[in-house]
């Protein structure tokens, strides 16, 4: 049965080899110039090549954005840009700015997809964008599955639409909050995400700080059947400047919901499972949005807490060896935690760390946040010995 593309975010290298091999059949990344996410690591044209060639040998493909609204001074570079990503072999790139995909068009042979940020929300505008040669329309945000479908019919060419991870409250991202609170210009990569910010209102009688300006979270895990129905190409999963741990763990929720759902064994049942999956990262309160109708005040977050999420990130196993299961941390670690691994697929592993060993081979108690740290398999159970490189480790919360 056809199946739509798993599209997940990679902020760097590591979140773009978590994302292959969790379930991704592509991901999106982002060069050191061009795009919308400056403060994310983003890629070198080394990373870049590398990761291209990584992606390729797992069968995934790499998009590169190129979605930034560019002045004249920025257009510097581009052409020859443009013509080493296409040289490395990457898949596509995004677009929003008529002037980019000019540049695109004219020094390259790229498949181009039009940015979220650039509108389209209807099947008029999605054929001129056709006439300019882009392949893929990434529609906005406030356009419904069924309405994404209706697109695709009517244009012929691919649409993708967005299925998890923060929404924004300005028309299809185009927002210039942060150019006025921080000197830094959203649609040039600078966003910092003020629009999340707690705020202070003065009319406000208990005189509390609320979010008033900022959405709910967007999951559209219940509306998989309806992206199989109106044969939407590419499902994707926002977040660039998220964890390996949230990459890791929607990836394979989704790709556990996409497999099933065309293997006929989506059920009710297993929805509600893998949506616990889902609330375990954090997250804020979660709606469907625009999926189904058009997203109103429900669709607000107006909590002061920042997420919620039922586990803690705490590492990812860089190495194993016929002895010892090698983690990098995120947070400390000491014998006696309870801690559960992730693998890419089957069931969650649960077990309490009974010995911790440093690189050098001296036995700890504790190792802190940010080191690399031992466990012995002498010391894990049998099903531990099926722990492979990038397998994501959490901690449960206390009973």
Same mark, same amino acid.
């Given at each position: =049965?056809?199946?739509?593309?798993?599209?997940?975010?990679?902020?760097?290298?590591?979140?773009?080899?978590?994302? %292959?091999?969790?379930?991704?059949?592509?991901?999106?990344?982002? $060069?050191?110039?061009?795009? /919308?996410?400056?403060?994310?690591?983003?890629?070198?044209? #080394? !990373?870049?090549?590398?990761?291209? *060639?990584?992606?390729?040998?797992? &069968?995934?493909?790499? #998009?590169?954005?190129?979605?930034?609204?560019?002045?004249?001074?920025?257009?510097?570079?581009?052409?020859?840009? @443009?013509?080493?990503?296409?040289?490395?072999? %990457?898949?596509?790139?995004?677009?929003?700015?008529?002037?980019?995909?000019?540049?695109?068009?004219?020094?390259?042979?790229?498949?181009?997809?039009?940015?979220?940020?650039?509108?389209? /929300?209807?099947?008029?505008?999605?054929?001129?964008?056709?006439?300019?040669?882009?392949?893929?329309?990434?529609?906005?945000?406030?356009?419904?599955?069924?309405?994404?479908?209706?697109?695709?019919?009517?244009?012929?060419? !691919?649409?993708?639409?967005?299925?998890?991870?923060?929404?924004?409250?300005?028309?299809?991202?185009? @927002?210039?909050?942060? &150019?006025?609170?921080?000197?830094?210009?959203? *649609?040039?990569?600078?966003?910092?995400?003020?629009?999340?910010?707690?705020?202070?209102?003065?009319?406000?009688?208990?005189?509390?700080?609320?979010?008033?300006?900022?959405?709910?979270? /967007?999951?559209?895990?219940?509306?998989?059947?309806?992206?199989?129905?109106?044969?939407?190409?590419?499902?994707?999963?926002?977040?660039?400047?998220?964890?390996?741990?949230?990459?890791?763990?929607?990836?394979?929720?989704?790709?556990?919901?996409?497999?099933?759902?065309?293997?006929?064994?989506?059920?009710? +049942?297993?929805? *509600?499972?893998?949506?616990?999956?889902?609330?375990?990262?954090?997250?804020?309160?979660?709606?469907?949005?625009?999926?189904?109708?058009?997203?109103? &005040?429900?669709?607000? #977050?107006?909590?002061?807490?920042?997420?919620?999420?039922?586990?803690? #990130?705490? $590492?990812?196993?860089?190495?194993?060896?016929?002895?010892?299961?090698?983690?990098?941390? %995120? +947070?400390?670690?000491?014998?006696?935690?309870?801690? +559960?691994?992730?693998?890419?697929?089957?069931?969650?592993?649960?077990?309490? %760390?009974?010995?911790?060993?440093?690189?050098?081979?001296?036995?700890?108690?504790? =190792?802190?946040?940010?080191?690399?740290?031992?466990?012995?398999?002498?010391?894990?159970?049998?099903?531990?010995?099926?722990?492979?490189?990038?397998?994501?480790?959490?901690?449960?919360?206390?009973?």
């Amino acid at each position: =049965m056809w199946k739509p593309e798993l599209l997940a975010p990679a902020k760097n290298l590591e979140r773009l080899k978590v994302a %292959v091999t969790y379930g991704a059949d592509a991901v999106y990344v982002g $060069g050191q110039k061009y795009g /919308l996410r400056a403060r994310a690591d983003n890629f070198s044209d #080394y !990373d870049l090549e590398y990761g291209v *060639n990584f992606a390729h040998q797992n &069968n995934a493909k790499v #998009y590169l954005t190129l979605n930034a609204f560019l002045h004249d001074d920025d257009f510097e570079g581009l052409a020859e840009y @443009c013509q080493f990503l296409e040289s490395i072999g %990457v898949d596509g790139v995004i677009v929003s700015d008529l002037g980019v995909l000019r540049v695109v068009k004219n020094s390259s042979n790229l498949d181009i997809h039009l940015s979220t940020q650039a509108s389209c /929300l209807n099947s008029y505008a999605g054929q001129m964008w056709k006439e300019f040669a882009v392949k893929r329309l990434i529609v906005g945000r406030e356009v419904s599955v069924a309405e994404g479908g209706l697109i695709r019919r009517q244009t012929g060419i !691919d649409v993708e639409m967005f299925i998890h991870g923060a929404m924004c409250m300005a028309f299809s991202g185009n @927002c210039t909050i942060s &150019n006025f609170t921080a000197g830094r210009d959203s *649609n040039r990569g600078g966003c910092i995400q003020s629009c999340r910010f707690p705020y202070q209102l003065e009319a406000k009688t208990d005189d509390r700080p609320v979010t008033f300006m900022s959405s709910k979270d /967007l999951w559209g895990i219940h509306q998989v059947g309806a992206f199989f129905e109106h044969q939407i190409c590419s499902l994707k999963i926002e977040g660039r400047m998220k964890s390996s741990f949230y990459v890791a763990m929607t990836c394979r929720s989704y790709r556990q919901a996409i497999d099933a759902y065309a293997e006929g064994r989506l059920t009710p +049942e297993l929805v *509600n499972q893998i949506s616990g999956e889902l609330e375990s990262v954090p997250h804020r309160d979660y709606s469907s949005a625009s999926l189904e109708i058009p997203a109103g &005040n429900d669709s607000v #977050y107006k909590q002061l807490e920042s997420s919620r999420g039922t586990h803690e #990130y705490l $590492g990812i196993v860089m190495e194993t060896t016929p002895e010892n299961i090698v983690l990098q941390l %995120v +947070e400390s670690v000491e014998v006696g935690d309870e801690i +559960e691994i992730i693998p890419m697929y089957g069931e969650i592993v649960r077990w309490r %760390v009974s010995q911790l060993i440093s690189v050098v081979g001296d036995r700890l108690e504790k =190792m802190r946040a940010g080191n690399v740290v031992c466990i012995p398999r002498t010391a894990a159970p049998d099903i531990l010995n099926n722990v492979t490189k990038l397998n994501i480790v959490r901690v449960p919360p206390v009973n």
